[in-house]
């Protein structure tokens, strides 16, 4: 059954780890996210764009595939799935499609609007038990069409939007979506300490996990980050194990054109990144503890 984000997010706070959002984009993904996290007694959240969520025929869809798979699978750890930066349109279409958690990206609005509906969600989803992301500061790069340049977000709005009662905050601190230029200047953890200092035990989220250094990753955990978003790192993976498989010839050998063969070596690069990433979180085992 999937859960709400909440009671994960809090325990990782307190237990200073990190809990891995994984987009998914398809079954494969989504099945290789789910046998990870179980195999790893890891607890875990399935992101999902907007775009993603389209793709996959909507939210309806994607919510029947999920709570499936969860139980003809037997996953026995703790499930969100969750919009990630949903527009306000998209977190009612979401919520009512049968997720778990929401994301509401007001960072693009100006703040009182981001106020104004945030607040809003806030009482929908404590209303049906749902976990609910706020952001504050866009977060660099491109995700599905909505540009950010990476603004560092403001301690104080910070607080004002914590104190709506959302469940956990995005915070732009320099993260960036996508793959980080070779110029980037790292994560500003004099602006995350500020920002934690404001929050409080709100657990903080990280955006742009790709790419960021292990070493800051650790740091962002220790500084109040409970949940890390990682998507570009799975589409890279999988789109190389696929490529060598294809030069390599092997859709050419027998049934290797089979849709079941040709996107195993790229489903199984994905449960190797997830694991990786959950060790690195400190989310492993966490979910019988």
């Known amino acids: 059954m999937l859960v709400s984000a909440k009671e994960m997010l809090n325990k990782a706070k307190a237990g200073h780890y990190g809990v891995g959002q994984f987009n998914i984009n398809?079954?494969?993904?989504?099945?290789?996210?789910?046998?990870?996290?179980?195999?790893?007694?890891?607890?875990?959240?399935?992101?999902?764009?907007?775009?993603?969520?389209?793709?996959?025929?909507?939210?309806?869809?994607?919510?029947?595939?999920?709570?499936?798979?969860?139980?003809?699978?037997?996953?026995?750890?703790?499930?969100?799935?969750?919009?990630?930066?949903?527009?306000?349109?998209?977190?009612?279409?979401?919520?009512?499609?049968?997720?778990?958690?929401?994301?509401f990206d007001g960072s693009h609005l100006p703040f009182d609007e981001n106020i104004e509906k945030t607040k809003e969600l806030v009482e929908i989803c404590r209303g049906k038990g749902l976990s609910l992301e706020a952001e504050v500061g866009a977060i660099g790069g491109e995700e599905d069409g909505v540009?950010?340049?990476g603004e560092f977000a403001d301690p104080e709005e910070c607080k004002k939007i914590a104190d709506l009662g959302v469940t956990m905050l995005a915070a732009g601190i320099g993260n960036i979506h996508g793959k980080y230029p070779e110029n980037w200047?790292?994560?500003?953890?004099?602006?995350?300490?500020?920002?934690?200092?404001?929050?409080?035990?709100?657990?903080?989220?990280?955006?742009?996990?790709?790419?960021?250094?292990?070493?800051?990753v650790r740091k962002a955990i220790d500084l109040g980050v409970a949940k890390i978003n990682v998507n570009t790192e799975c589409q890279l993976v999988f789109a190389e194990a696929t490529r060598k498989y294809i030069e390599a010839g092997k859709d050419l050998e027998g049934k290797g054109f089979d849709p079941r063969k040709l996107l195993a070596p790229g489903t199984q690069a994905i449960k190797d990144i997830v694991k990786v990433k959950m060790d690195l979180f400190g989310s492993t085992g966490k979910a019988d503890a």
Request: hydrophobic residues 40%.
């Open 185 to 216: 200047q790292g994560l500003n953890f004099d602006v995350l300490a500020k920002i934690q200092e404001k929050t409080g035990d709100m657990p903080l989220v990280l955006h742009g996990g790709t790419g960021i250094p292990d070493e800051m």
């Open 26 to 103: 398809n079954l494969e993904w989504t099945k290789a996210v789910l046998q990870t996290a179980n195999e790893q007694r890891s607890p875990v959240i399935l992101g999902v764009s907007e775009g993603a969520g389209k793709y996959m025929c909507g939210y309806k869809t994607v919510t029947n595939m999920v709570n499936g798979m969860l139980d003809e699978l037997n996953i026995s750890v703790p499930v969100a799935l969750h919009l990630d930066h949903g527009s306000y349109e998209g977190a009612k279409a979401c919520i009512a499609a049968g997720f778990s958690s929401i994301m």
């Open 147 to 149: 540009v950010g340049t």
